[in-house]
């Protein structure tokens, strides 16, 4: 695992932007992030992370493959959508199958992006309410599980003032004891 803070740099997003300070798991975990490397199974399979999120509640999930070729005229847009800085009402959990990205997250506390890499084999848990993002790296291709609490839902919650006050934001910053 690998995490920095972004570097705010203009430039193609799906470059590292490494400013050059590393993030530790402490900082991630401060902020509810959390993050483990759990191999794939020789036969594909991997019922460890499923069980991992049923901890969790997570009870159904699905497989999503982001690339040109799987999007079609969605690409763009989709691509888009995952970029703009937002939140959902629910934990984000995934885990990579194929390919890699970048998932930014907002470090409240410094009000700083921290770029994480995931790859194959990486698990993470973002908690409801945190600001966030993905982008793809330059690879193009990401192939990741999705779980879910309950049925598939992908609902983005952009940035901004009417967001700021969600009450999943406000029950978000109360339990990382945010005054």
């Known amino acids: 695992m690998r995490a920095f803070y972004y570097d705010n740099l203009p430039g193609d997003p799906r470059l ?38 049923a901890e969790r509640g997570s009870n159904n999930h699905d497989v999503v493959t982001v690339t040109k070729e799987s999007l079609g005229d969605q690409y763009d847009g989709m691509l888009k959508s995952f970029y703009d800085e937002h939140l959902h009402e629910h934990e984000e959990v995934r885990y990579i199958l194929e390919g890699s990205g970048w998932f930014d997250v907002r470090d409240h ?39 879910f609490n309950d049925d598939p839902k992908w609902t983005p919650h952009v940035r901004g003032e009417s967001t700021d006050v969600n009450p999943y934001r406000l029950e978000y910053l109360n339990s990382i004891t945010v005054n």
């Open 109 to 147: 506390a410094t009000d700083s992006l921290v770029r994480i890499q995931l790859v194959v084999g990486d698990f993470m848990v973002a908690p409801a309410g945190i600001y966030h993002r993905f982008i793809l790296d330059e690879n193009n291709m990401i192939k990741a599980v999705r779980m």
């Open 16 to 53: 590292p932007h490494d400013s050059g300070k590393p993030v530790e798991d402490s900082v991630l975990e401060s902020i509810g992030v959390f993050l483990w490397n759990v191999p794939i199974h020789a036969d594909g399979t991997y019922p460890d992370v499923l069980a991992r999120a």
